[in-house]
Every structure is written in structure tokens, then in C-alpha cells.
């Protein structure tokens, strides 16, 4: 499975942005799909994941109520609706295709990442 992140940008606290993840291969609905971010100097975090089939979700306590997960298993497309941003969640968001879990350890593949930017 190959993975391409978009979407990301500046945008003011409070603002909003919906970054897109691309994949490619015939066996993307086999896989669970999650979004991590890595701020300057601090290690990657998760963000939320979403099941193979969609029908599960989990977020990090910190994202609940502000972020969507949601996957397009025809359009082969994963994306991560963020409302309600803050300057704290500026970080490279990856996305990525592996297990249901919350840790990255289990994701085997990684898109490139997209910049997100809020200001304060």
C-alpha cells in the first residue's frame, strides 16, 4: 500500500482543515488506517484511527470532539476532518495503513506527511 497525505497549511486557532490521505494497491480495505502528527523535537504521536471496514473509530483524548476520521474504501481515500485547531496541534501529520491500534508500531505503511500550521 502506497500512501499520499494533503491537505495541510496554515490556518488560524479556532479554524479548520480536512486533510486527505491517497492510497493505492488492491488491498486497502484489508488494512486499519491512522493519522499521526510529530511536532519539532517530540516524538510521533497518534491521532485516530479507523477500522477496515470504518465501523470503529478511536481518537486521542486531546482530539475527541474536534477531529474526524473517516475512510472512502471505493474511492481508496482516508481522511481527517480537524475543526476547533489550536496552536498545539502544529505538527507533520502522517497517515497510515496497518492494525487497529493506537500505536505506530503497528502501522506498516507510512505516507510522506503534510504540515499542518496554526497560529495563535
Known amino acids: 500500500v502506497q500512501l499520499q497525505a494533503s491537505g495541510g497549511g496554515l490556518v488560524q486557532a479556532g479554524g479548520s482543515l480536512r486533510l486527505s490521505c491517497a492510497a493505492s494497491g488492491r488491498t486497502f480495505s484489508n488494512y486499519a488506517m491512522g493519522w499521526f502528527r510529530q511536532a519539532p523535537g517530540k516524538e510521533r504521536e497518534f491521532v485516530a484511527a479507523?477500522?477496515?471496514?470504518?465501523?470503529?473509530?478511536y481518537y486521542a483524548d486531546s482530539m475527541k470532539g474536534r477531529f474526524t476520521i473517516s475512510r472512502d474504501n471505493v474511492k481508496i481515500m482516508v481522511y481527517l476532518q480537524m475543526n476547533s485547531l489550536k496552536p498545539e496541534d502544529t505538527a507533520v501529520y502522517y497517515c497510515a495503513a496497518g492494525s487497529y491500534s493506537i500505536s505506530k508500531y503497528s502501522f506498516g505503511y507510512w505516507g510522506q506527511g503534510t504540515l499542518v500550521t496554526v497560529s495563535s
Open positions: 479507523i477500522s477496515w471496514s470504518g465501523g470503529n473509530t
